[in-house]
């Protein structure tokens, strides 16, 4: 959940909310969300609602995605929510997803820039948008889907993504599903050429950041914009993968709530990243929720416009 009110161009926060709750736990086996999951996002839903009852908020949009996407039971359940919480979710498209994240992420792309490609490795997909630039302008030219996320890949490989050979094979799995993507759009060929950016929002993303940078304990500021040069991420990646489960349980910017994400999401970052090797990743502490955000204020400035356009005639 965030909760913001306008400020120049973007936005202030005033309140924000975030738990783990695996909502995709099983899907891949059964195509349904289970009883468990469920219970654990009502829980952290109804947390949500509460802190809202004390905002005087002008609006609220509440999203789901990928996991809601596939589930047979996914309507079932946003029904549910609607009955016990009183959100009244609706379930976006994989281009959407895209697009809300590429408009969040937008201020940290080089106005110099041809082209970007931003990725969003999330629990049950991740999302890639190939985007030309013009003036910093972003157009979106390509957007894939892959059903391949940190929950699923944790269900999928388990232990045996903590071992070498488990992790390259979870790598070359998640790169055989980037190919059909590179074929189209031959990205490879134009980061050869220059003037391309990758731009990753994710948890794996801002966790490897901060590894990179040492620090003690996360911090947003540091981490948002941070332009992670190749070598300095593949040292990160390699540091999370050699201190094994009970390393990463303790480091201070996983955690034991992750601990069981953090490869199979380092192991999409390397897929990307090896494909697709790009000098530089752009580190974005930002995404879905803050796109959602951004249109909800656009939306409200347009009706305060009209308002007082009416008001004058």
């Not at 979710?89 to 490609?117: M, Q, W």
């Not at 059909?180 to 990753?200: K, Q, S, T, W």
């Not at 540091?239 to 955690?255: E, F």
Request: with cysteine.
């Amino acid at each position: 959940m965030l909760v913001g009110t306008p400020s120049g161009d973007g936005f202030r926060v005033l309140d924000s909310f975030s738990r783990i709750v695996r909502l995709g736990e099983g899907l891949q086996a059964t195509g349904r969300l289970n009883d468990a999951a469920m219970d654990r996002a009502i829980i952290a839903l109804q947390a949500c609602a509460a802190r809202l009852v004390r905002r005087p908020v002008r609006g609220v949009r509440a999203v789901a995605t990928e996991a809601c996407r596939r589930a047979t039971n996914g309507l079932a359940f946003l029904a549910r929510v609607k009955q016990e919480t009183g959100f009244d979710f609706g379930i976006i498209s994989s281009r959407e997803e895209a697009e809300l994240a590429l408009e969040s992420c937008t201020p940290l792309l080089p106005c110099d820039g041809r082209r970007a490609l931003l990725f969003d490795i999330g629990g049950g997909s991740t999302e890639l948008a190939w985007v030309r630039l013009t003036n910093g302008r972003p157009d979106l030219i390509g957007y894939e889907s892959l059903p391949v996320g940190v929950v699923t890949l944790s269900e999928r490989w388990g232990d045996a993504g903590f071992d070498p050979g488990g992790f390259d094979a979870m790598v070359a799995d998640v790169q055989d599903r980037l190919r059909p993507f590179e074929r189209v759009h031959c990205i490879a060929h134009e980061i050869r050429d220059g003037g391309v950016r990758l731009l990753g929002t994710s948890g794996t993303v801002t966790t490897l950041a901060g590894v990179a940078l040492n620090l003690e304990r996360y911090r947003r500021p540091a981490v948002d914009g941070l332009e992670l040069c190749r070598q300095d991420a593949a040292d990160a990646l390699s540091h999370l993968r050699a201190i094994g489960r009970d390393g990463l349980m303790l480091h201070p910017c996983v955690g034991p709530d992750r601990v069981e994400f953090v490869l199979p999401g380092c192991a999409v970052f390397a897929a990307i990243t090896g494909l697709w090797p790009a000098p530089h990743v752009i580190v974005a502490d930002r995404g879905l929720r803050e796109g959602v955000l951004l249109r909800l204020m656009r939306a409200d400035r347009l009706r305060q416009g009209r308002r007082r356009d009416h008001c004058r005639t």
